[in-house]
């Protein structure tokens, strides 16, 4: 059974950093890549960034460069989010999900987690 759980979300002053966690189970992680969305209530989901499988090259939504980071340990499972520089605009319900591809995971993933919620005040 596989399995992504997110977690790390919380409220933060704009300007301030949070770093997500994802963990994955179930599954070969690095055969996958792996993508950051998020969504606010009422809006559709938005791509965030993610990393391709097995070389783990790196994409970001224009609106979320030079602030946010994505990294991976492959010994722990786990992809990260240094989010820097928070905005009020940020503020959403963040989550992880895997597929075979960069585009396969924006498209179609195979698995993605429940969510962690990311508030920041202004």
């Known amino acids: 059974e596989a399995q992504l759980v997110e977690s790390g979300g919380g409220l933060v002053q704009a300007g301030g950093s949070l770093t997500l966690s994802c963990v994955a189970s179930g599954f070969t992680f690095d055969d996958y890549a792996i993508g950051w969305f998020r969504q606010v209530a009422g809006k559709e989901r938005e791509g965030v960034s993610c990393l391709s499988a097995i070389d783990r090259d790196t994409d970001y939504a224009d609106a979320v460069k030079g602030r946010f980071t994505i990294s991976s340990d492959s010994a722990k499972n786990t992809v990260y989010l240094q989010m820097n520089n928070l905005k009020p605009e940020d503020t959403a319900v963040y989550y992880c999900?895997?597929?075979?591809?960069?585009?396969?995971?924006?498209?179609?993933?195979?698995?993605w987690g429940q969510g962690t919620q990311v508030t920041v005040s202004s």
């Open positions: 999900a895997a597929g075979g591809s960069r585009v396969a995971v924006a498209t179609h993933p195979d698995y």
